[in-house]
């Protein structure tokens, strides 16, 4: 009697999402980056309906070597292994530039088991201003 109410439970369960920090390319300030950031996980959260783990959350679960060691992770299978790491089944991650009169804003999708890029977002925002960034985050998410 009890075991089919614990899978139940156990199925039930929201899964588990990290969301790494935007990464500032060309032009971006990293205050911009870290506001990009906060306001990515905001959506991650009310879209996906996971449990969302953030960079705060990232930096309390790592030692100081290791986030020293993570800084640095940029390829999609170092990405993975900190999702892993974290016990998140996939995690976010994205980069901002800006180059001439427009933002780049890039998401990636990454399943943490495989170590691949299940879905991507990408945006020009010709002439816009980081306003249009902020705009563009809902659909973009949408997308992942």
Known sequence: MLAPLLALALTAAPPKLAVLPV???EGIPATTAAAITEALSGEVRRRSGAEVVTQR???AVLTLERQ??????TTDSCMAELGGALGCDRLVSGDLARLGESFLLH????????ARVVAQADRRLR?????????????????L
Do not use: F, Y
């Not at 998401?107 to 495989?114: G, I, K, S």
């Open 107 to 114: 998401l990636r999708l990454v399943e943490t088991a495989r």
């Open 57 to 59: 959350e990232i930096a």
């Open 68 to 73: 020293k060691a993570m800084l640095g992770c």
């Open 127 to 143: 002439g816009g201003t980081i306003d249009d960034v902020l705009d563009a985050l809902p659909a973009m998410v949408a997308e």
């Open 23 to 25: 990464a500032p390319g």
